[in-house]
């Protein structure tokens, strides 16, 4: 049962801190997208690679976040410095192009920063 | 501008209580509307995707149709593991190699089915 894997699932972390958020799409997947969700914004798409490269990171905070490929096996997104409004639900979720409308999600990872 | 709109935020349903969610649009140049399912400390999960005015697809208890302005999802004679927030995202304008995949999501109605 392929599924995406992410870690870690939960992260507390205090202000100004780095944060990295791993993720793995499933294998054959060459698209992978990172979102974020919060009760106040819902779900967002913060950026997006397709065969590793980047195609669209317009959604996410460029001055502290990042977000790279650095294999087909795993994607990755960085906050440093990290605040207390990054707290959310990050997920990573992953598709493919001749299936491009079923985006399979992973299991999100909660970060707290106090 | 929200271009996605959910109603109702929240729905409680009795069991065998049939109901329907309500997701309206704004975009220009609809491409596709997804419906996906979430629990509670999980990923959303895909149902459906409507690319056409009048196109309707089922799947056991769940059916979403799609008009130019909004899309339905019905839930028939819903069952207590139905309850989760059901999601509504829509992609628009020309999809081009590099902008398929990008959804914008509504709020979700958060749906609860007593026994």
């Known amino acids: 049962d392929a599924r995406v894997t992410q870690t870690p699932r939960h992260k507390v972390t205090e202000m100004g801190q780095e944060v990295t958020m791993r993720c793995q799409p499933i294998?054959?997947?060459?698209?992978v997208f990172w979102y974020r969700q919060t009760m106040m914004q819902g779900l967002e798409l913060l950026a997006y690679?397709?065969?590793?490269?980047?195609?669209?990171d317009s959604g996410m905070p460029k001055d502290r976040f990042s977000a790279e490929m650095p294999d087909a096996t795993l994607a990755t997104l960085k906050i440093q410095p990290s605040e207390p409004r990054d707290s959310a639900v990050y997920f990573c979720?992953?598709?493919?192009?001749?299936?491009?409308?079923?985006?399979?999600f992973g299991p999100g990872t909660r970060l707290t920063v106090l | 501008e929200d271009q996605v709109t959910q109603s109702p935020e929240a729905l409680r349903l009795q069991e065998g209580e049939s109901s329907s969610l309500n997701c309206s649009y704004t975009?220009?140049?609809?491409?596709?509307l997804f419906w996906y399912r979430q629990d509670p400390g999980k990923g959303p999960e895909f149902l459906f995707t409507?690319?056409?005015a009048g196109e309707e697809k089922e799947k056991e208890r769940l059916k979403a149709t799609l008009t130019k302005k909004e899309s339905f999802l019905h839930i028939t004679a819903p069952k207590p593991e139905d309850s989760a927030t059901y999601l509504c995202?829509?992609?628009?304008?020309?999809?081009?190699?590099?902008?398929?995949?990008?959804?914008?999501f509504g709020a979700g109605t958060q749906v609860v089915v007593t026994p």
């Open positions: 979720a992953s598709g493919r192009r001749d299936r491009y409308n079923e985006q399979f």
């Open positions: 294998l054959g997947h060459n698209t």
């Open positions: 690679f397709r065969n590793r490269a980047p195609l669209d």
């Open positions: 975009v220009s140049g609809l491409r596709g």
């Open positions: 409507l690319y056409s």
């Open positions: 995202a829509v992609q628009e304008g020309l999809v081009t190699t590099d902008s398929w995949g990008k959804l914008q």
